[in-house]
């Protein structure tokens, strides 16, 4: 490794193991956990009451800000997804001690992909702060529009479809084999909250993971069909759902998951290792 990759790895170590990032990134976590557990209140107003809300985290977040002091709480939100954010990002360039197997290179690329996520997401929230429209339903599906006016878009959309599908059952597959334990401090965990954790990290990773399996469905679906109506992401993913009638438990199945998620994020602010 070069001189300035190693200085590069060293400093990043170092401001991996801050304190006060610590400090914002649990506090984060809380924030990602209130997000989830909005987001799995319309989700099921959705399923019974047939809401026009946003049914994803960007729906959340404007259901948030529509209370009282609820844009202060989200600017709060906001300072701990970047830091999540920054310490994902340190994650991935140090990386875990010892020999870089491909289970560790993948991890580094988990955190890769999960710091451009919070990224997006606290992006999201400023947008909402602002008072703008910040849907990321309708984002997907303007740029799916312009994509099928060509042979080679259809095929862009129908592969990025594909990739959604295939994160989703690698989510699923996560919770269903436990494996998001290995970042939890689970020896500090007394025996009596111990299984209970797991337990909702398992069913929230599981919710998650057959929600996004359905927008990458959706997604494969608008370029076969060249309807780029369909290509809306998680929010449309549950609005067909509950446009059926087996549907309709399915999306209350998958709410009452991400709600599980949601508190579960509130047991990771203090047992994630950090």
């Known amino acids: 490794m070069s001189s300035t990759a190693s200085n590069v790895k060293y400093h990043a170590s170092r401001a991996a193991d ?17 997000i989830h557990l909005l987001f799995a209140w319309i989700a099921l107003q959705v399923a019974f ?6 049914s994803d985290q960007s729906g959340a977040l404007q259901e948030l800000a529509s209370k009282p002091f609820g844009k202060t709480l989200l600017v709060i939100i906001v300072v701990g997804l970047f830091a999540m954010a920054i310490w994902q990002l340190f994650e991935a360039i140090v990386g875990e001690s010892g020999e870089q197997t491909k289970s ?12 451009v996520l919070y990224v997006y997401l606290g992006w999201v929230a400023i947008k909402v702060i602002q008072g703008a429209n910040a849907s990321m339903g309708d984002n997907s599906e303007s740029k ?70 359905v927008a990458g469905v ?20 549950l609005k067909t759902l509950a446009g059926h ?17 949601g508190i579960y994020c509130f047991a990771q602010s203090r047992y994630r290792k950090i």
């Open 245 to 261: 009638p087996w549907g309709v438990w399915l999306l209350a199945l998958i709410a009452a998951g991400i709600a599980a998620f």
């Open 104 to 115: 560790a290179i993948a991890e580094r690329v988990m955190s890769g992909i999960r710091a």
């Open 144 to 213: 799916s529009a312009g994509l099928m006016q060509s042979t080679g878009g259809r095929w862009l959309v129908g592969f990025a479809g594909l990739v959604v599908l295939g994160v989703g059952a690698g989510i699923f597959v996560y919770g269903l084999r436990k494996k998001f334990t290995k970042h939890l401090n689970t020896q500090e965990m007394p025996l009596s909250t111990r299984k209970p954790i797991i337990r909702l990290g398992m069913a929230g990773y599981m919710a998650k993971g057959v929600a996004y399996t």
């Open 49 to 54: 009451g047939g809401s026009g809300k946003e």
């Open 18 to 34: 801050s304190k006060p990032l610590e400090f914002l990134a649990r506090g984060g976590f809380v924030g990602y956990g209130i």
């Open 218 to 237: 959706l997604f494969v679906t608008a370029a076969v069909t060249y309807d780029a109506n369909k290509a809306r992401g998680l929010d449309a993913a």
